[in-house]
């Protein structure tokens, strides 16, 4: 068992509220945590066919059964008993942590946590293992197979091969998930709108061309996009809108949650392919990007991140925003430090008054102060912590 980082904050929140909703994307190891961070609670689980008719069609028997404390797995899948939890917590408002909800599909949760559970519940996201996660617990990998490998928990607690594990994962979401959440006629069609996607790591969303690419209209292409967003298959990262230009490109990029879901999209078959393949680069902002969105999670922090693009080209990768001031982030998969890749930071940092502490995250060895390198923080991508982690 690999010792999640979210574990201290779970923990405290379940001392602070009634209900505790944990969500994440599937296998990312929410019911593994709940459990071992709440084992004396009973445990429920709404995937199970006759489980999941008895919470919608006798509530009342259903809580008899499963009384609080308790961890209610795939809480999505019976929106109705939100509701129910809402009036039993309303019934013994003394009792904190009483229920643990977890899900696995957002617009359903998050509707049912504002209608029946707000200011009642406390709302964490755990993602996959994060890169200090994997340090932490001895598994240190060369950056290829962390890219390949990616960072799904049974990936390294259980050994299985990367490329049987995405296939599996990514089939067992088209045949399960997917058709819970819509009707998607030729799922063909879907799944080589999501290996495109998986091509443009790091570009900006073009619906109209992704639509000619793959045949369909482009406002399928974006009901698509929430699909996979909805499921936490992927992540939209938004424009920021700075002072250095009032023309700035204004869609979203999208990245996934787990690059090694990626890496097999892209047919990538071990790591020796990877260090060779032209989208290593993307891949590696991939990676860096999603452990950045991590540390902020795993504190229970909002994720306030964003992307620098102007029509003229001017581009800063990533953008941390933090009490009125921004942290701008370059990622560079190169091993060597040289002065031109952190030149976009000094021009945002001369034309931002708002610009502190800027960082380039690279793929070499050698960590430099800011005061060395004019300013610029340097860190390998392993060291690299939000500043206010």
């Known amino acids: 068992m690999i010792e999640r980082e979210i574990t201290d904050i779970l923990k405290r929140d379940a001392a602070l509220y009634p209900v505790i909703t944990l969500l994440g994307p599937r296998q990312a190891g929410k019911t593994t945590l709940a459990r071992q961070c709440f084992a004396e609670y009973g445990y429920v689980n709404l995937e199970d066919p006759p ?143 999501v290996t495109l996607l998986a091509g443009r790591i790091g570009q900006v969303v073009n619906c109209a061309s992704l639509a000619g690419e793959t045949g369909v209209s482009a406002t399928t292409i974006g009901e698509w996009l929430s699909i996979l967003e909805a499921a936490f298959l992927v992540f939209r990262l938004p424009p920021y809108f700075s002072n250095i230009s009032k023309r700035v490109v204004k869609s979203p990029k999208v990245y996934f949650t787990d690059v090694g879901l990626a ?17 290593r680069g993307q891949l590696f902002e991939n990676m860096v990007i999603a452990d950045v969105r991590k540390q902020m999670l795993n504190l229970g922090r909002d994720a306030r991140l964003s992307f620098l693009r102007t029509d003229k080209g001017f581009e800063v990768d990533l953008i941390i ?69």
Do not use: C
């Open 51 to 193: 489980t999941r008719e008895l919470a919608t069609n006798d509530v009342r028997k259903f809580f008899a059964l499963h009384p609080p404390p308790v961890i209610i797995d795939e809480i999505q899948r019976v929106p109705s008993l939100a509701s129910s939890v809402q009036v039993l917590v309303d019934s013994r408002r003394d009792d904190m942590g009483a229920f643990i909800l977890t899900g696995s599909q957002q617009p359903r949760l998050a509707e049912t946590v504002s209608q029946s559970l707000a200011g009642r519940t406390s709302v964490l996201s755990l993602m996959p293992l994060s890169i200090n996660e994997l340090l932490a617990n001895g598994i240190r990998l060369s950056t290829d197979e962390l890219l390949f490998r990616g960072f799904m928990p049974d990936v390294h607690v259980r050994g299985i091969p990367p490329s049987s594990y995405y296939r599996n994962y990514f089939q067992t979401y088209v045949e399960r998930d997917l058709r819970q959440m819509v009707n998607i006629k030729n799922l063909s069609l879907f799944e080589r709108f």
């Open 321 to 389: 925003s933090r009490g009125g001031k921004i942290q701008p982030v370059e990622i560079k998969s190169a091993m060597t430090y040289h002065r031109s890749l952190a030149k976009n930071l000094r021009t945002l940092a001369k034309s931002d008054g708002n610009v502190t502490d800027p960082v380039l995250i690279y793929d070499g060895d050698e960590d430099m102060p800011p005061v060395d390198v004019d300013d610029v923080g340097v860190y390998n991508f392993r060291r690299f912590r939000d500043a206010d982690n």
């Open 263 to 279: 890496a097999w999209l892209l047919g990538l078959e071990s790591p020796q392919q990877i260090s060779r393949d032209p989208l």
